[in-house]
C-alpha cells in the first residue's frame, strides 16, 4: 500500500490559491506529525509547513507563512494545504511526508505552477 498520495496540484496566475490534499495509510498517519515539502527545479527539497498528530500546533517556512494553511483530518487520513496568494517562487512540486520525513515515503509529489 503506497503510504502517501498528493494531488490537488496545477497552474495558476499569481495572486490565485490552490488547496493540496494527502491521503495516506493508517499506519503512516497514526500519531505522527505530518508536514508539506516543496522542490523546485535545481533547488533541493525543503520544508513548507507541519502539524502535530493533534492538529494544535502548526508550522510554517517563513516565505510562506501567512498565505499557507495546513490542516488534517484524523478520522480521513488525510492533510491538506491551503495556499493562497500564491507567487512565482512557489512553483515547484509539493510532497507531504511525515515531520520529520521518512525517505521511504516521498511519493510522486504534486505539480504547483504559477504564472506571473
Known amino acids: 500500500q503506497v503510504p502517501l498520495v498528493e494531488s490537488g496540484g496545477g497552474l495558476v496566475q499569481a495572486g490565485g490559491s490552490l488547496r493540496l490534499s494527502c491521503v495516506a495509510s493508517?499506519?503512516?498517519?497514526?500519531?505522527?506529525?505530518m508536514g508539506w515539502f516543496r522542490q523546485a527545479p535545481g533547488l533541493a527539497r525543503e520544508f513548507v509547513a507541519g502539524?502535530?498528530?493533534?492538529?494544535?500546533?502548526?508550522y510554517y517556512a517563513g516565505s510562506v507563512k501567512g498565505r499557507f494553511t495546513i490542516s488534517r483530518d484524523n478520522a480521513k487520513n488525510t492533510v491538506s494545504l491551503q495556499m493562497n496568494d500564491l507567487k512565482a517562487e512557489d512553483t515547484a512540486v509539493y510532497y507531504c511526508?511525515?515531520?520529520?520525513?521518512?525517505?521511504?515515503?516521498w511519493g510522486q509529489g504534486t505539480q504547483v505552477t504559477v504564472s506571473s
Open positions: 511526508n511525515t515531520n520529520p520525513p521518512r525517505a521511504s515515503y
Open positions: 502539524i502535530t498528530w493533534s492538529g494544535s500546533n502548526t
Open positions: 493508517g499506519r503512516t498517519f497514526r500519531n505522527n506529525g
